[in-house]
């Protein structure tokens, strides 16, 4: 499918999903949303592809929302708008497949929200990140609430959000908003090395221990243990476990097939 704000490629069962929209520094308003939902349902039932990469063109990764549409919104269109960017950053985070935002500059409102539905952050050295809703006269609506308390921590998630505070990227990574910073130059080496190990792996087993691992954060630890037995007794019905297995016994080199 051919998109107007997006480009998508893919190499070696690696997706680079790119959102291109710089004159507005990537910003997200509806037609761009509208976009990413169809390109992340085509993804979805794309066999050959193991991981996912998000990030923006030029010197952003996505600066926000666009300020510019919501300030003609009232709180009815605004719930929609709302539900449209939760929906498809929801569905981004359920994504059977690893996905790692490669966060190049501005990741700020819908932008550091459209990063915290990634399994996985690496920012480059000259990233800024925040959920600055408060001093436009909003909340965050695209799931920062949710997502941000989950993976610093409510205190912390309060303090950014409360203040409206943007962050470097050294900040991003002490506080764990991010995994790894990079140098900007070498961002997208860093990750696609990233992503080649990854997709390297068992492909049913990756899924199934992002599956366990998003689970176990909705469930009591016992519940959450059993769904993790469950999921690795599964693996044991695959090919890719038999192979695996034979070829470290026999040090040979693994060819893992998705069956």
């Given at each position: 499918m051919a998109y107007?704000?997006?480009?998508?490629?893919?190499?070696?069962?690696?997706?680079?999903l790119?959102?291109?929209?710089?004159?507005q520094?990537n910003?997200l308003?509806?037609?761009?949303?509208?976009?990413?939902?169809?390109?992340?349902s085509?993804i979805?039932i794309?066999?050959?592809?193991r991981?996912?990469?998000?990030?923006?063109?030029?010197?952003?990764?996505?600066a926000?929302?666009?300020?510019?549409?919501?300030?003609?919104?009232?709180s009815?269109a605004?719930g929609?708008?709302?539900?449209r960017?939760?929906?498809?950053f929801?569905?981004?985070?359920l994504?059977?497949?690893?996905?790692i935002?490669?966060?190049?500059?501005?990741?700020l409102?819908?932008?550091?929200?459209?990063?915290?539905?990634?399994?996985?952050?690496?920012?480059s050295?000259?990233?800024?990140l925040?959920?600055?809703e408060v001093s436009?006269?909003?909340t965050?609506?695209?799931?920062?609430?949710?997502?941000l308390?989950?993976?610093?921590?409510?205190a912390k998630a309060?303090?950014?959000?409360?203040?409206?505070?943007v962050?470097?990227?050294?900040?991003?990574?002490s506080?764990g908003?991010v995994n790894?910073v990079?140098?900007?130059?070498?961002?997208?080496?860093?990750?696609?090395?990233?992503?080649?190990?990854i997709?390297?792996?068992?492909?049913?087993?990756?899924?199934?221990?992002?599956?366990?691992?998003?689970?176990?954060?909705?469930?009591p630890?016992?519940?959450?243990?059993?769904?993790?037995?469950?999921?690795?007794a599964l693996?044991?019905?695959?090919?890719?476990?038999?192979e695996?297995?034979?070829?470290?016994?026999?040090?040979?080199?693994?060819?893992?097939n998705?069956?």
């Amino acid at each position: 499918m051919a998109y107007k704000y997006l480009h998508i490629s893919t190499d070696n069962q690696i997706c680079t999903l790119k959102i291109s929209n710089p004159s507005q520094l990537n910003a997200l308003n509806s037609s761009v949303l509208k976009e990413l939902d169809e390109a992340v349902s085509e993804i979805e039932i794309n066999p050959d592809i193991r991981v996912l990469i998000i990030t923006g063109e030029g010197r952003s990764f996505v600066a926000g929302a666009d300020i510019s549409e919501m300030s003609e919104l009232d709180s009815v269109a605004a719930g929609e708008f709302a539900f449209r960017g939760a929906s498809v950053f929801r569905k981004i985070e359920l994504l059977q497949i690893p996905v790692i935002a490669a966060i190049n500059g501005f990741a700020l409102g819908g932008g550091c929200e459209l990063a915290l539905s990634c399994d996985i952050r690496i920012a480059s050295d000259n990233a800024k990140l925040g959920q600055p809703e408060v001093s436009l006269g909003i909340t965050p609506g695209f799931s920062g609430t949710v997502r941000l308390g989950r993976i610093v921590g409510p205190a912390k998630a309060k303090e950014l959000i409360f203040t409206g505070r943007v962050i470097d990227s050294s900040e991003a990574l002490s506080i764990g908003l991010v995994n790894k910073v990079c140098n900007s130059e070498n961002l997208m080496d860093e990750v696609i090395k990233m992503a080649s190990i990854i997709a390297n792996n068992a492909p049913i087993a990756v899924k199934n221990a992002k599956s366990s691992i998003n689970d176990s954060s909705d469930l009591p630890a016992d519940d959450a243990i059993k769904n993790e037995m469950r999921l690795f007794a599964l693996c044991f019905s695959t090919e890719d476990q038999k192979e695996g297995m034979k070829a470290f016994m026999n040090r040979t080199k693994t060819k893992f097939n998705n069956r």
